[in-house]
């Protein structure tokens, strides 16, 4: 990567700003003001000392624990570009509010794709062939054969559809609302609204002769769902899509994710009420169907391009998995750290938890279930109906 | 007064701060900006506010972070008992409504909480939002007007500007991912845990009757243990009080009493699982090495 040049003598104004810009590149977000704020600064310091110009520059421009440890770094391969390299890096999507409208064109994240600079920290660099997924004793990816692209109509059937929508509703309901602790007027309320009754009073000479109260209000959550859809989960894929679509159908305040070595968001496929056209919108989607997992990169990709738009502490996060994985549990184990300090509720939903002598034992799920607040069976439909009341206590 | 001087000062008051933090403190100061002091529990960042007011002598107002905190018990709160038994007795005397109604929406019926006493000083106070990753994203994002702006809207009186601008300080431990909005609105800073010499002039600071011998292995030791796998490493509060209480036991030398050492692990270990994993053995072997 090339390294900054001051190829003419500029100003230190154009400087900074050269600086910002190297900076934002870089993935730590920087503003005009912060750059005003150097120059006010540079006033008050040694501007000569580089160490005292380093240390003021990482207090005005950091603004995570992530960008203080690296900020050393580009400062360097900034301002002293004669020996340094600049660090392989990950620019940071701005992740502002990308709703995708377009109707035609199928809505297709595609993320870890070409193998741009998303999977720069990722140990494993068979970019996205995924079929070699052979390794360490996996139960079942092995003898599957890598459908690159599948029909998805064939997991999605009227009649399951009809009862996993009813279960997915069930369910939605069950953890739709959490309660606040905030208290917002209400009717029926449980504690007296002092400030309000007060107003009323007023205008009968301070009689409080109307009781106006106030209750904690239930706010929606937010409901994401991730699906595995590699080898070895292909026998339950339907069960699950079924179960997602249901979900999804029911509200706008719902996401679902599909994954396997890539991640993409299917919800607007899903949401799509002509069922022939939202299958053939998945089946556009269905490259690498039923190949390997990479759940941690996967996750981290997804902690990297979504958590800022779609959660928040009001959310709940539904993964269903069988864990059996190929990529190394350190990544897992980062991104649902990551995850979870988002605040969200995390379940993970095992198919193989139905069997009967089934253990937990594989690395990833030992991994992932301290993290965990809920883990629990889902092969069959029934088996999500059962929920419903383990969710409701959550 | 320049950095170097800050953390001079800062030092005199009995707080080592690394550069990084006093150039973090000085900027903001300098820019008039809040804080943001990031960290594990327990490696001085709520005393890095105490501090500051000492040094600059002024009062330190504190608002202590929980999930549900909302306006009443950060900004204001209107008295409503006193309104209501003033209004009972204007009526009695026949007063005329609007005199009421100015008289009990006057400042002297407000009930000032931290923010809008903080920005209402004669003398710049030192504002300390402590543990702002307990408080809920609402809270947050109304803190946001008053970080930027330093002043509060009430309905009923109206914008109420600051007389001084306070130095804020906001402290989170990372339970929670703070908004992007509210962390470019402050001057940042990591505080990690101190390195052994740091540690070391902390310690003699606060106890300078300490033997430089007996410092030396309590750091050592402390600083030993927070690598070993625990659920809550020690800070240097918890550090502090492990030396009163071996001062207190008059032990000159940890590795002497190995009985001794492990009963005053209380101080250093909070939670039953981790007074588990570290066994006289493996306190012994701790204490052998700082030695």
Redesign the interface.
């Known amino acids: 990567m090339a390294v900054t040049k001051f190829l003419y003598r500029t100003s230190i104004n154009h400087r900074i700003v050269d600086f910002c810009h190297h900076l934002r590149n870089n993935g730590i977000m920087t503003s005009p003001i912060d750059a005003a704020h150097c120059l006010n600064v540079l006033r008050v310091i040694n501007a000569n000392e580089h160490h005292e110009v380093r240390l003021a520059f990482k207090s005005i421009f950091v603004s995570n624990k992530d960008g203080f440890n690296r900020f050393d770094e580009l400062f360097d391969s900034f301002w002293f570009n004669e020996r340094k390299q600049r660090h392989e890096h990950e620019a940071i999507e701005n992740t502002g509010p990308k709703t995708v409208t377009n109707k035609n064109a199928p809505s297709i994240f595609e993320i870890n794709g070409s193998g741009k600079s998303d999977n720069i920290d990722l140990p494993d660099n068979d970019n996205d062939k995924e079929a070699n997924t052979s390794g360490k004793g996996r139960l079942i990816a092995a003898k599957t054969i890598n459908t690159m692209t599948t029909d998805m109509r064939e997991f999605i059937q009227a009649e399951d559809e009809s009862k996993a929508s009813e279960i997915a509703r069930r369910i939605a309901s069950a953890i739709r609302y959490k309660l606040s602790r905030r208290r917002k007027l209400s009717n029926r309320g449980n504690t007296l609204d002092m400030r309000r009754i007060m107003r009323k009073s007023i205008a009968t000479d301070g009689e409080p002769l109307k009781l106006l109260r106030k209750r904690k209000p239930e706010t929606p959550m937010h409901l994401v769902g991730l699906i595995d859809v590699s080898g070895s989960m292909q026998p339950y894929a339907r069960v699950f899509l079924s179960f997602i679509k249901g979900l999804i159908g029911n509200d706008l305040r719902t996401d679902a994710f599909l994954f396997h070595t890539k991640l993409m968001c299917v919800s607007d496929a899903l949401r799509d009420n002509n069922t022939l056209r939202a299958a053939n919108r998945l089946s556009m989607m269905a490259r690498g169907f039923g190949g390997g997992t990479k759940i941690g990169t996967c996750l981290n990709n997804f902690n990297k391009q979504f958590i800022g738009r779609i959660l928040g502490r009001k959310s709940l996060v539904i993964i269903m998995s069988d864990g059996y994985d190929t990529d190394d549990t350190a990544i897992l184990d980062s991104s649902l750290k990551h995850l979870k300090k988002s605040g969200c509720k995390l379940i993970w939903l095992n198919p193989l938890l139905g069997w009967k002598d089934y253990k937990p034992v594989n690395s990833s799920i030992i991994t992932a279930l301290p993290y965990l607040d809920l883990f629990a069976p889902c092969n069959t439909l029934q088996s999500l109906l059962v929920l419903e009341n383990e969710l409701r206590s959550l | 007064m ?2 170097q001087d800050l953390q001079n000062k800062l030092s005199e008051h009995a707080y080592i701060a690394n ?2 933090l006093a ?2 403190l ?3 100061l ?2 008039e ?1 809040p804080i ?1 002091l ?1 960290g594990e529990a327990g490696v001085g960042k709520t005393q890095a506010a105490k501090t500051l007011s000492e040094l600059f002598d002024t009062e330190l107002i504190r608002l202590q972070c929980y ?2 905190l ?1 306006s009443a018990a950060a900004i204001y ?2 008295n ?1 008992q006193r ?2 038994l ?3 007795a ?2 009695d005397t026949g007063s005329d ?1 609007k005199d ?2 100015n008289r ?1 929406f006057s400042r002297s019926y407000l009930m000032e909480r931290p923010l809008l006493r903080a920005i209402q000083q004669q003398k710049a106070p030192v504002l300390l939002i402590d543990e702002i990753d307990r408080a ?3 809270f947050e994002a109304f803190l946001l007007e008053i970080l930027s702006d330093f002043q509060i809207t009430i309905p009923e009186i109206g914008t109420i500007s600051a007389t001084t601008k306070p130095m804020v300080v906001l402290t989170s431990n ?4 703070l908004s ?1 909005a509210l ?2 609105r ?5 505080v990690p845990y101190p390195d052994l010499r740091t540690e070391i002039a902390i310690l003699t600071k606060r106890y300078p009757r300490v033997s430089s011998h007996l410092a030396n292995q309590i750091v050592s030791f402390v600083q030993s243990l927070r690598k070993e796998d625990l659920e809550k490493k020690p800070g240097i509060a918890e550090m502090l009080d492990w030396t009163a209480a071996l001062s207190g036991l008059g032990i000159n030398d940890i590795t002497s009493d190995p009985e001794a050492l492990q009963a005053s692990l209380v101080c250093l270990l909070k939670t039953q699982s981790d007074l588990y994993s570290i066994p006289k053995e493996v306190s012994q072997r701790l204490a052998n090495g700082a030695a």
């Open positions: 320049n950095w550069q990084e150039m973090a000085k900027i903001a300098q820019l900006r943001l990031e999930e549900g909302d709160e209107w409503y309104q209501l003033s209004i009972r204007s009526v409504l009421i109604e009990i809920d994203e609402e990372g339970t929670r991912n992007d962390r470019r402050c001057i940042y800073n990591y």
